[in-house]
């Protein structure tokens, strides 16, 4: 996973432990799925689909309680004026545009068309770097961090990803990889200043980078499990709707990215 938000996981991960490939959540989801990757890091909605087929790894995720910071709506309106109108959605996103789906029903009372990239929309879904970067430079009026957002209305943490394997991995294959990665999240926790220098960019500067890892939560303890199960309430009352799943770039290095 590219995201500056979990390079504490991979930034001293031994190299002989797993070949590292590049995939953003959607991706990521599915190509688990379809058996062409063993785990990683995978966004909760999918998990909860997956159900039996993966089985986590070390209770390590990626949560937060408050502001995401790098999950934002961005609009031109006010978001309760988005009833009927086009959002477009990123399709790096798995968890992320169905925790849009369930603000939209439970909080904002909205039923918006959600919508590729790239068509002309009132609003967009977006994470990561893009993130930050129109966050940087103000680029509408109106812009929503949806965990924190989902922070306010449940008093729960909101869980974005959890680390998982398949479960046709065998049991000492996971053993061996579940204390290398916890051993890797342990060392990295305590490196944040070094991962930081290493991933600033025009629109982050060291600072801002340590501060943004620092703000995430990544032991999936039980407040985390209660948001997880909340979430995964909401979401079973809506129709089942996903957006298309990139592709992976199969045999590419994990690479460097913020939000």
Known sequence: MPYLNSEVFYHVLDPDSCEL???????MAAAVEAGELDGGPLPVA????QGDQVRE???LGVA???????????SDVPVEQLDGQSIAVTDDTATSVQLLRVLSKDLWKIEPELV????????????????NRLKKLGAAPYIYDLAEVWYEMTSLPFVFAVWVL?????DAQFAAFEKALTDSYCEGRQLVKEIAAKRTSEYMSEDEAAAYVRHFTYSIGDG???GMDEFKRRLEQLPD??????????GAAADGGGG
């Open 21 to 27: 490939v590049t995939a953003r959540p959607r991706a």
């Open 46 to 49: 999918e998990i909860f689909r």
């Open 57 to 59: 790894v070390g209770e």
């Open 64 to 74: 937060c309680h408050g502001p995401a910071l790098s999950v934002l709506l961005i």
């Open 116 to 131: 590729p990239p790239g068509i002309a929309a009132s609003a967009k879904l977006v994470i990561g770097d893009e993130a």
């Open 166 to 170: 398949r479960s046709n991995v065998t």
């Open 224 to 226: 985390e499990r209660r």
């Open 241 to 250: 709707w996903r957006p298309r799943a990139p592709q992976v770039a199969a």
